[in-house]
Every structure is written in C-alpha cells, then in structure tokens.
C-alpha cells in the first residue's frame, strides 16, 4: 500500500472549516484513500473514504485531486469534540490491512 | 450501523496469568477481523489478522503462541494474551471488515486498557 505524508499538528477555530491535507503520491490506481481519526484513549472512528471522486457524508467532505497524488479531508464546522488525531490511510480494497502513519494532531480551539 | 464492541474495556492482572479480549460485531457479519496494539504516544500497530473458521495471520514480530486468536463466528473474535508480563501492558484494539459496493470498511472497537502488574 501507497505510504501518506501528513503534517504533524494543526490548529482551528471552533466554527471554522478545518482542511486536513494528505500526501500520497505513489497511490496505485486501484487504491482508496480512507480517513479515520482517534480520539484521546478510544478507538478510532471511521470517517470517510474516497477512490477518485470527491466524496461527502454527515462528517465530513473528502477533496482528492485529479491525478490523485493528495487529498485534503474537510470538517465543514469544527467544534471542540473534533479534536483528534486524524489519520489519512491509503489501502487496496478486498480486507487488506489498514497500515497507520503518525497521523495529524487537529486541535480545536475556541 | 456497523458497531464494534470490546469486552472488557479495561482489564489489570498479575504478571504470568493469562486475559481474554473479545471483539464482537453487533449488527454486522465480518469474516475478517483484526487485532492492533497501541503504546502511549504511539500510533496503532497491527498484530494480527483473523478470519473466521481459519488461522490467524501475524504480523512479524508478534508472538503467535502468546497472542492467541481465536475467530469462532463470523461476529466474534477473541484474543488471549498468554503468560502476561508488564511489557504487555497496553491498548488493544480490534477492527472488523464490513463489505459495501467495491470495497470494504474496517470498523473499531473501542479499545481494552490492558495493566500487567
């Protein structure tokens, strides 16, 4: 599976759009892009997943460029509780392993 | 939908006994689950895969004589840590597969705090 290049930590407003951006520059074509986040001392929580197409559910909206080399996750109004570490995990379908990276460290501020 | 449970959500024991983690979809069938590890400040490392009716598949480095896996159905798989010792304490976590469209989607548990004393 491709490997994920993502910043360390970002700050955002409560409120405010948070953009988390995603590197992946050797994604095969047949390859997803999934993010997850976890928050303090829990499991992580599925949030959305993308192959080519710009992708929206009640969580969040997942941005992939068109030569799919990056991808940026959105949380359209990010309140206190989104403060997490996201991860951007790209994978091949068909129960493969989620390999994870260091991920971002999103705080949301007020 | 697509529900994890783990049980227990923490656990303390006494260096050489041995606990059993187990992981149940509750409102979905996965034939495939899997076991991850997690240190603090680390991120998620994965042990083990497990299919249901098989063996489980490890990953390089873990023990599979101490890492017990068993996947009896397809909606429940447990993991014995065998023998425990302090350097075991940590955050186990497991994840089933749910298949929808053209690819499938891990869901996780929420996690068993395991303290070896």
């Known amino acids: 599976d491709a490997k994920t290049t993502q910043p360390p930590s970002m700050d955002c407003a409560e409120g405010r759009a948070a953009n988390l951006p995603c590197n992946h520059s050797?994604?095969?074509?047949?390859?997803?892009v999934y993010w997850y986040r976890q928050i303090h001392s829990q499991g992580p929580q599925y949030i959305i997943h993308g192959l080519k197409n710009n992708e929206t559910n009640e969580m969040a909206s997942l941005i992939i460029t068109e030569d799919r080399k990056s991808s940026t996750l959105i949380l359209p109004h990010a309140t206190l509780r989104d403060t997490a570490v996201y991860y951007c995990?790209?994978?091949?379908?068909?129960?493969?392993?989620?390999?994870f990276g260091a991920g971002t460290i999103l705080r949301v501020k007020s | 939908g697509a529900v994890v449970s783990q049980h227990p959500s923490w656990v303390i024991c006494k260096s050489g006994t041995s606990v059993k983690i187990e992981c149940r979809s509750l409102?979905?069938?996965?034939?495939?689950m899997f076991w991850y590890r997690q240190f603090p400040k680390q991120s998620l490392m994965l042990m083990a895969t497990s299919n249901e009716g098989s063996k489980a598949t490890y990953e390089q480095g873990v023990e599979k004589d101490k890492f017990l896996i068993n996947h009896a159905s397809l909606t429940l798989s447990t993991l014995t840590v065998t023998s425990a010792h302090p350097e075991d304490s940590s955050f186990y976590i497991c994840s089933a597969g749910l298949v929808g469209g053209s690819t499938d989607t891990q869901y996780f548990g929420p996690g068993t705090r395991l303290t070896v004393l």
């Open positions: 995990i790209v994978r091949v379908a068909g129960g493969n392993k989620l390999v």
């Open positions: 409102d979905f069938q996965a034939t495939t």
């Open positions: 050797t994604i095969s074509g047949n390859e997803y």
